[in-house]
């Protein structure tokens, strides 16, 4: 026990180690706060520096830019609508339009405050009950991957609030994108059109950056002359009594992200969307209706990943297995560090679980000082004439997109995704989904067929599979009640109710 | 600013289309059905777990919910656009000149990039959309331009490690 403790409390006590957490932790931010940056493109930068370093301090840098990545994501969320990554698109349907009514820092300090309180449920779960939850993961069969991630595309097209049929066909869209490439299984072209370039498939960050990010800039062309809002970022540290108020849906949401967080392959993103739709499906008196700035909208997602981080790391420690794109870069590490994540790791290394339990607590205290300062600066950017900042977004856009491979075909897609995704939007289709389902289609591509294999090829076993086990049921319940709540029949009954 | 067309599935009223919804909702069918039998040209239905398969279902979807917001779109009738005709409407209404010239500039720059490097391209690329945007003062467009690309320029090159472009012209010139 005092030996874990030691070692829990190592990066605290060690000076350079509380330097590289603070500074993992602010670079965190930063750069997932940068529209078209995600923590995914951070974490894989950075962790490169750390290849020559002791395992300690590569441990605690990745602690501060995994929490500090996944929370920055909200910042360009609220004050662009672009977010920086797909963890925060439920957090611009609500905290953007908090912002274009100049109440960004609001919006800002609250989110800082429970994304804090997520982000130590999250460890706080990954201390006590590491093993149960990965046992529980364990049950999850290729089927329920499948329909959890379907459930996911469906939660953006149905809880944007525009027409789930679009969504339907937006989510499909991203999925037959991320086909595009060389198959897995049977190296077979799929999508190429006799292109080599084609085969190594698109890249989602440069889809990710023009769906976002140059489709925004373009629908901002039509308010030119709308003159931009004032932002009031007087009082950013929320009253303890609108933390009161919100605490009981932030711990809601942070048990959401937990479990979600723990699930291999489902990350911060789909735990911040069940967790919107929760609150939506649970609050009954927002403080403003969902979509037009509730602070219900922006507690709900933001607990949850941040919950999901400390939730991602189970699969990861105890399993080997990435709960998201994040900690699959995070294994990678590891293995280069010598280490081998999954059971062994708990038997063998003990202390490095403390160890990174530690700095996961101490990267949220940090995250807690670096989220409450800074705003101000942040909430210029929304104050600069769009004359100047539709610009230097656009630039901003074609490096992050740039960045990616170092090659200018990525800022072609970007391109070509931004004026696609511009009518899109335009004529009411969601983006969100596309993206969802460029990151999701190849976890439904490989559970799709490993449960078809399990069902021996025929589709009447295969389709009888999804009700074999309460898990399997529970989880296609919940999928159609998500397609039957978007229909008339919902809501004409919900009407009468 | 244009609102997006929410469709109502519920008993409200539905707006009144935008122009051009119509054209792109069945261009949107259509690029279905083309990628229905691209995925089909994978692998046919040699078998349920071939590569070609899941393809398949997901461009099916995308047939068979672009055929309903198509069909949907087509019910709602007409786009309600006064005295314009519907080609007219679309460049006031969905791409006005100002969008057009924008977007011609992105494309530039896009083009430019690897041949001016990043300096250079965006550089000229934010002064002129800046003044094409309409802002006049120069001096203003040109020290912002000239700070941000430098942080930018900083913070990729120098932290990042990622090589920016560095332009093939310039090279040219200077080797």
Known sequence: MMQALEFFLMSWTDPYLLFLTAAGTFAGIYIGAIPGLSVTMAVSILISFTFKWHVNEALTLISGIFLGGVYGGSRSAILLNIPGAPAAIATGLDGYPMAKRGEAGTAIGLTTVVSVIGGFVGIAALAVAAPALSEFALKFAPRDYLMLAIWGILLVGALSGGSLVKGIFAGALGILISMVGLDPMTAEHRFTFGHVQMTAGISYVAAMIGFFGVAEVLMQLHELKTRAVRQDVSRIVPSWARVRKHLPLSMRASAIGVVVGALPGAGGDIAALMAYDHAKRTVKNPTRPFGQGAEEGLVAPESANNAAVGGAYIPMLTLGIPGDAVTAVIIGALYIHGLKPGPMLMIETPHLFWFIVGSLVLANCFLLIFGLTGIKLFAKIVETPKPILLPLILVLCAVGAYAVNNNPVDVYWMLGFGIFGYFLKLYGFQVGPVILGMILGPLMDKSYRQAMISAEGKPAQFAAEFLSSPLSAVILAALLLTIFSQTAWWRRWRGTA | ?175
């Open chain 2, 1 to 175: 600013m244009l609102a997006a067309p929410d469709a109502q599935e519920g008993g409200e009223p539905e707006p009144a289309l935008l122009p051009g919804e119509l054209a792109f909702c069945a261009l949107l069918l259509l690029l279905s059905l083309f990628l229905l039998w691209q995925a089909h040209g994978i692998s046919g239905f040699e078998s349920l777990t071939s590569a070609g398969m899941f393809p398949m279902l997901a461009a099916a979807t995308m047939v068979v919910t672009g055929a309903v917001f198509s069909w949907q779109s087509l019910r709602r009738g007409p786009s309600n656009v006064s005295g314009q005709g519907n080609w007219q409407a679309f460049v006031v209404q969905i791409t006005p000149p100002i969008w057009v010239g924008f977007t011609l500039a992105v494309c530039l720059y896009m083009l430019a990039l690897p041949r001016l490097g990043f300096l250079g391209a965006s550089f000229l690329f934010l002064l002129m959309s800046m003044r094409l945007l309409g802002s006049q003062r120069w001096l203003l467009n040109v020290g912002v331009s000239v700070v941000t690309l430098a942080a930018i320029y900083g913070v990729f090159q120098t932290i990042f490690s990622v090589v920016l472009p560095k332009g093939s012209w310039l090279q040219n010139l200077f080797r």
